[in-house]
T-cell receptor, first 115, second 114 residues
Framework: AQSVTQPDIHITVSEGASLELRCNYS??????LFWYVQSPGQGLQLLLK??????LVQGIKGFEAEFKRSQSSFNLRKPSVHWSDAAEYFC?????????????FGQGTELSVKP | NAGVMQNPRHLVRRRGQEARLRCSPM?????VYWYRQLPEEGLKFMVY????????ESGMPKERFSAEFPKEGPSILRIQQVVRGDSAAYFC????????????FGQGTRLTVV
């Protein structure tokens, strides 16, 4: 079955520290992978996406993610966290064009930032 | 170019009433997706529509829920005879193409059933 797992429900890091949010997926074909961020009471904003090519993708706000096919992972990283990064982060996987394109989301990781 | 517009942002309904949630996709986008986010959970796909067609409704509950995307006007997600368990945030996303081309999300409608 297709699924996305974000093992960490809640993570707290100090401002200025590095961050890694984990994402593992189960998908029958080469997936399209996404990371979204959701601030309280808001919609989702796309941070970055992987379709093909270079497995290290750069996104907005200083985020990057690395696709590792052998580990079925797409972990999100940021070298130095800012207080404004506190939010909920969702990893999602989607199919190729002929599968309709619906996204399967993980349960999310809530990030808190300590001053 | 305005983003995906959802209204209302907040909706309160009594049990047994009907809820209508609207989604106006971005200009030029003809593909719309609806997702539901229950408290403390991730988003779950409900339905995928193109203009005047339902493409994939595999995530829609079998009863009380329906969706449409007419030739003119916004996409509508309709929930009849709401129950407390329908309380959730409902998000709409639109895309210029099908597949996993980037979908842009609206800010959601938060439905509370009292």
């Amino acid at each position: 079955a297709q699924s996305v797992t974000q093992p960490d429900i809640h993570i707290t890091v100090s401002e200025g520290a590095s961050l890694e949010l984990r994402c593992n997926y189960s998908y029958g074909a080469t997936p399209y992978l996404f990371w979204y961020v959701q601030s309280p009471g808001q919609g989702l904003q796309l941070l970055l996406k992987y379709f093909s090519g270079d497995t290290l993708v750069q996104g907005i706000k200083g985020f990057e993610a690395e696709f590792k096919r052998s580990q079925s992972s797409f972990n999100l990283r940021k070298p130095s966290v800012h207080w404004s990064d506190a939010a909920e982060y969702f990893c999602a996987v989607g199919g190729v064009y002929n599968q309709g394109g619906k996204l399967i989301f993980g349960q999310g990781t809530e990030l808190s930032v300590k001053p | 170019n305005a983003g995906v517009m959802q209204n209302p942002r907040h909706l309160v309904r009594r049990r047994g009433q009907e809820a209508r949630l609207r989604c106006s996709p971005m200009k030029g986008h003809s593909h719309v997706y609806w997702y539901r986010q229950l408290p403390e959970e991730g988003l779950k796909f409900m339905v995928y529509l193109q203009k005047e067609n339902i493409i994939d409704e595999s995530g829609m509950p079998k009863e009380r829920f329906s969706a449409e995307f007419p030739k003119e006007g916004p996409s509508i997600l309709r929930i009849q005879q709401v129950v407390r368990g329908d309380s959730a945030a409902y998000f709409c996303a639109s895309s210029p193409l099908g597949g996993s081309a980037e979908a842009f999300f609206g800010q959601g409608t938060r439905l509370t059933v009292v």
